[in-house]
């Protein structure tokens, strides 16, 4: 925040060194802290360091002499330094009686507003700045609204005028422009009353009469005084020959606001006076609306260029031949009605072009073009005419053009969209479907027109019927009209045969985006040749390029390539390619997993499935990184692989079991493991079967621990059946860990020592670690809380022996949780915040929800309750997306605590009680046990004590059945106090005197001593 104070600062002393007691005074507002000047001094390097990164050289802070900093930038750089540049130049078109101008000037110096400025910082400075940028702005709207009404447009000011003053009523400069314009439009009755309401105001808020300017013009109006009529001609739009045969702008034209500030910006600085032809090339995918862009910027441009409006369609992409740049010419010369015969060669229709328009101001929009040199002979030579280009390509041999890329519309322009063509009345009530459709339609606006009008014309559809209609079509194009895809079609015609077929096969592509590496293996070629036909694509807006080497289609380009993929290449052809494919990413993730996970004891990949050309990585960083970028790709390899290609199901979640859990993918890991386990048991590999079944039980221990058990259970049996020690081990560990999660401490310990006596047998320290980390949870349940610290500690110092990060994430949040269950709130802090570190550099989705829930309560616990449900309210959020159910809960019950504690009841109990219905899903004793005393406890607060007594006796039954001593004795004290408060005072004594003595047992003298004590209170001494 004091760096982007110390830009606002340098920005605002417009070009003006600034001394470094000033920085520090306006940054710290006027108090300054004793290292004040070595901050500074480090927010400047970093300041420097990010303008370079972002801007280059065209603006740099430098120090012209020793404690005096300059922002040094090109002033078209800087939006302060246009907004004064472009004010002057209107005041001086104005000056010169050229209103017209000076209008279209003081409205792109209005298009650079961005709502109200500084706003993040509340220093004095700031303040003061906002004030003087907030009048600047009044100014320049009121110097172009007293221009339009000298030029007689009225009419289009009421609106915005009427807007302005229900803004602010009391501004007398805009009611009198308000006025003034009601009485021109022959609306005198609603002028009057409008001075009427504005002294009324006055008076009664300010005690003051109207300024004499106002009193004036009411006197005059009131007298019909015909020289308020009077306005002068627009000599610049004057022009009624003028040539122009511009197609009409669609009424349908939605959104772009930012694109065409562009537009409008570019005519300001070619009104500013250079001496080069401004010429813009809007390029984009197919059907994106380049076009509609254009000649909304030919419409918002008309009055600028008074001698004409020219537009040529170049049929590049049409099922027409394209434009021949002669052919084009004497187009251009016959709409400017140019006198004399057409010339015959392209030179000398070129020239006269440019010496017709050289005396001229004109705009010529050339549509659809193909290449550069379609669009040269074309050009006015005259820097006072403006050219806007469409096309496909970026057209980048078109030297001095800048280039407007045109992506699809925002959601809320998509939105938008639909709703202006399938009318409001359909749409209004059904947000969130709305949002789906344009989603599904990839916010393509030419898709968005078809299907708008197609739904308003289908009086029995409804959102979520044509929503359906687009997520289950076998081809979405199907459910668009055939414009759609000749928009793609036109463009795929044009590229080379290589780029055809790499068009092809990236669309087989199941991933989010693909690298050169995956493009390389769908087609089977080499590097230097995909690479040219990637280029072809980039550059036809087939493909787009967000980030460095990463390509990614538009879904419809995507259905496309499908479709004429479908149509061109063999099935055998299809599936070789994909094949190569999925043998690229399963031979790079073994390779990555291998270095990034090195505890892991990977099975080999049989030789058939090596990709020889897969990435080698150096080190477990490097790793690390590729599966995290990886990450939405190999999901999306490994579910397809899972329904099309056995072979590789069966391998996929081996190679990926670690990173599964990392990310949290529950549900989906579950998917993939099924479709493991049946191709594994189809094909008869009993020894990867066994392992597949060990990775399948951890995944589904704390979701469905029956089958969790019956997966560890067929593993045991066959790493016995194969004398494997260490998979015996592993299995083991998978079986404690569904008995615990299923209720059955006792027997999940027994489990568990067995595992851990093999795993030191035969030395996994990996495996002893994660064996105690379970154990140590299942005796914190059974109220052994020494022996659980006791566990953890060990299982830390073997995790840091190993250098195993994701081990010290769980092991320290594990310690931060005994902290915490203790009341040592700043030591448990220390040990969550360790742990998020490490989380934090891993990227672990599901260690960091949980970090998030625990900090919550550490700060639910120390009065901070926002910053509680702000963490609480993140962590639910990723448990959600990742399908964790567990997470879920355990967030859902921890924000059901600190709604109680902050006497927020009725919250509370929703979120008590949607943590029971999800722990009951999961078949989860422990939190369910934990849900129904939270409710339990709301409703006990809020009076109603006979739910109270019931949930509380259900939350016993639960906690006796599942040995959990701990939850037993909340219960009973829960109990004691509902009983003591219905009257029942033998039974209070009775729950009483069971919860004292388990809390006894499990060492928790807090929670005993505060009982006894209201025992106490009540005359009750226990027994």
């Not at 000047?37 to 970093?46: A, F, G, I, M």
């Not at 003087?132 to 009404?149: A, T, Y």
């Not at 550069?372 to 280009?389: D, E, K, M, T």
């Not at 009065?863 to 962590?875: E, I």
Request: glycine content about 6%.
């Amino acid at each position: 925040m004091k760096e982007r104070c110390v830009l606002a600062v340098l920005i605002h002393a417009r070009g003006e060194p600034v001394t470094a007691e000033t920085l520090m005074d306006r940054v710290w507002d006027g108090h300054p802290p004793r290292t004040a000047l070595d901050t500074l001094h480090s927010y400047l390097s970093r300041l420097r360091g990010r303008l370079n990164r972002a801007v280059g050289d065209l603006a740099e802070v430098k120090r012209p002499s020793p404690g005096l900093y300059q922002l040094r930038a090109a002033p078209d750089a800087i939006d302060l330094l246009r907004f004064q540049k472009l004010r002057t130049e209107a005041r001086a078109a104005a000056e010169r009686s050229e209103r017209g101008r000076a209008i279209r000037l003081l409205r792109t110096t209005e298009a650079l507003w961005r709502g109200e400025p500084l706003t993040e910082f509340g220093c004095a400075w700031a303040a003061s700045a906002r004030a003087r940028l907030i009048e600047d702005h009044r100014l320049v709207r009121e110097e172009r609204i007293r221009l339009e009404l000298e030029l007689g447009r009225h009419a289009d000011l009421v609106g915005e005028l009427q807007e302005l003053a229900a803004q602010n009523p009391l501004a007398q400069k805009v009611i009198c422009s308000l006025m003034l314009a009601l009485y021109r439009c022959g609306r005198h009755d609603e002028s009057l009353a409008l001075y009427l309401t504005t002294r009324r105001l006055l008076k009664n808020g300010q005690g003051i009469e109207p300024g004499l300017e106002l009193r004036e013009l009411h006197e005059r109006i009131l007298k019909q005084d015909r020289a308020l009529l009077e306005t002068h001609r627009d000599t610049e739009a004057d022009s009624a020959a003028a040539p122009n045969n511009l197609p009409r702008v669609t009424r349908d034209f939605t959104g772009r606001a930012a694109e065409l500030r562009i537009l409008l910006a570019d005519q300001a600085s070619s009104d500013s006076g250079t001496a080069s032809l401004p010429l813009t090339v809007i390029h984009g995918m197919p059907g994106v609306g380049k076009t509609a862009l254009a000649l909304r910027a030919g419409y918002e441009l008309r009055t600028t260029y008074p001698d004409g409006m020219f537009y040529l369609d170049l049929h590049a992409y049409s099922d027409r031949p394209p434009h021949d740049p002669a052919e084009a010419l004497a187009a251009l010369l016959q709409a400017s009605e140019s006198p004399g015969p057409l010339p015959d060669s392209i030179d000398e229709r070129a020239a006269k072009w440019r010496q017709w328009t050289a005396r001229r101001r004109v705009l010529v929009i050339l549509d659809n073009a193909r290449d550069s040199a379609q669009v040269l002979p074309l050009l006015p030579g005259a820097p006072s005419c403006r050219v806007i280009v469409t096309s496909r390509n970026r057209l980048a041999g078109l030297d001095g053009a800048t280039s407007l890329f045109l992506d699809v519309l925002s959601q809320a322009e998509a939105a938008a969209l639909f709703t202006r063509i399938a009318g409001r009345a359909r749409l209004s009530v059904d947000a969130t479907a709305l949002r789906d459709v344009v989603a599904a339609c990839g916010c393509h606006p030419l898709a968005l027109q078809w299907l708008a009008s197609r739904f308003r014309h289908r009086d029995s559809w409804d959102l979520h019927h044509l929503l359906d209609r687009l997520t289950q079509a076998a081809d979405p194009l199907e459910e668009f009209d055939d414009a759609v895809a000749s928009a793609f079609r036109f463009s795929y015609a044009e590229l080379s045969d290589p780029a055809q077929r790499l068009f092809r096969l990236l669309a087989l592509h199941p991933g989010p985006d693909i690298t050169l590496h995956a493009a390389i293996a769908l087609t089977g070629l080499d590097a230097a040749p995909v690479r040219k036909s990637l280029e072809a694509l980039l550059d036809g807006h087939l493909l787009e390029e967000p980030i460095r080497d990463r390509y990614r289609f538009h879904d419809l380009g995507r259905a496309f390539g499908l479709q004429i993929c479908s149509e061109v290449e063999s099935e055998a052809v299809r599936r070789q390619a994909v094949d190569r494919l999925f043998d690229y990413y399963l031979t790079a993730t073994h390779r990555a997993a291998h270095l990034a996970h090195p505890s892991r004891h990977p099975l080999p990949l049989p030789p058939e499935r090596e990709y020889t050309d897969a990435p080698r990585f150096t080190d477990a960083d490097e790793a690390t990184v590729w599966l995290s970028l990886e990450r939405a790709n190999l999901l999306a390899v490994a579910r397809v692989s899972a329904a099309e290609s056995p072979s590789h199901a069966a391998l996929f979640p081996h190679a990926l079991a670690t990173s599964l859990k990392l990310w949290g993918t529950w549900g989906i890991a579950s998917e993939l493991y099924d479709a493991a386990v049946s191709a594994l048991r189809s094909r008869g590999d009993r020894a990867a079967l066994a392992r597949t079944l060990v990775e399948r039980a951890e995944v589904s221990a704390q979701r469905q621990h029956d089958e969790a058990q019956q997966c560890a259970t067929e593993a045991l049996a066959l790493f016995q059946e194969f004398d494997d020690p260490h998979g015996c081990a592993d299995a083991l560990l998978q079986q404690g860990r569904a008995h615990l999660a299923g209720g059955r401490g006792d027997i999940a310990l027994r489990t568990l020592d067995e595992a851990l006596a093999v795993y030191r047998t035969v030395g996994d320290r990996s495996g002893e670690a994660e064996c105690l980390n379970v154990q140590g949870a299942a005796l914190y349940y059974a109220g052994r809380y020494g022996d659980a610290l006791q566990n953890v500690r060990a299982m830390l110092s073997l995790y840091e022996a190993l250098q195993d990060e994701a081990g010290q994430v769980k092991a320290l949040n594990n310690l931060g949780e005994y902290e915490f269950h203790q009341g040592r709130y700043d030591e448990a802090r220390h040990y969550y915040e360790r742990s998020l570190a490490l989380a934090q550099r891993r990227g672990a989705r599901q260690e960091l929800a949980i970090l998030d829930t625990n900090l919550g309560a550490v700060f639910q616990a120390t009065g901070r309750t926002d910053r509680a449900l702000a963490c609480f309210q993140r962590a639910l959020d990723s448990h959600r997306a990742g399908h964790d159910a567990l997470g879920e809960v355990n967030v859902l019950i921890s924000m059901g605590t600190a709604y109680a504690a902050t006497k927020r009841g009725r919250e509370a109990l929703l979120h008590f009680t949607m943590a029971e219905e999800v722990a009951r899903g999961i078949d989860n004793a422990y939190e369910r046990q934990r849900a129904l005393l939270g409710m339990a406890d709301v409703q006990r607060e809020s009076g109603r004590l006979g739910d109270a007594l019931t949930l509380f006796e259900q939350a016993l039954d639960i906690a006796r059945t599942a040995d959990f001593p701990l939850g037993s004795a909340h219960a009973l004290a829960g109990l004691t106090r509902t009983a003591l408060l219905l009257g029942h005072v033998e039974r209070a004594r009775r729950y009483g005197d069971q919860a004292i003595a388990l809390y006894g047992s499990l060492e928790a003298e807090t929670e005993a001593e505060t009982l006894r004590s209201l025992l106490a209170d009540q005359g009750l001494t226990g027994s």
